[in-house]
């Protein structure tokens, strides 16, 4: 997860997230956010969550990844980086309310390879 060093709700922390890039396929768009905002490099395991926001004209999609080296620092849009175990998760700190949703359904399904992605 990161700490945002940038607004909206800067000093909040996420997963790392941001907008696609022309080109881009939506899980590049994610590796590539990953690798921007915590300096890790990782592969996406799965789709896990998708949010429509009609209101705003965005749709979210969080990703399942995993880190494939141990190395992770925070990034230029980031104050930190950490890795938490569940009850370390600063749950009172998170940026977004669909973290905290894509984050519970992900220790629900935690250890299965198969499931649907939730949805909003």
């Known amino acids: 997860m ?3 060093a940038i607004e909206p709700r800067q000093g909040t922390w996420t997963m790392p997230i941001g907008y696609m890039e022309l080109g881009e396929t939506t899980d590049q768009g ?3 956010e990953v690798w921007e905002e915590a300096r890790a490099v990782a592969e996406v395991d799965g789709l896990l969550a998708v949010f429509s926001f009609p209101q705003i004209s ?3 999609m969080i990703y399942r990844a995993r880190m494939t ?5 925070a990034g230029p849009e980031s104050l930190e980086a950490g890795l ?8 009172d700190h998170l940026a977004y309310p669909n973290v905290r949703m894509a984050l519970d359904y992900e220790r ?3 250890g299965q390879s198969a499931f649907p992605p939730i949805g909003l």
């Open 2 to 4: 990161v700490k945002r």
């Open 30 to 32: 994610a590796l590539r």
């Open 58 to 60: 965005q749709v979210h």
């Open 69 to 73: 080296s141990p190395d992770f620092a």
């Open 84 to 91: 938490f175990t569940w009850d370390d998760i600063p749950w």
């Open 108 to 110: 629900r399904v935690k």
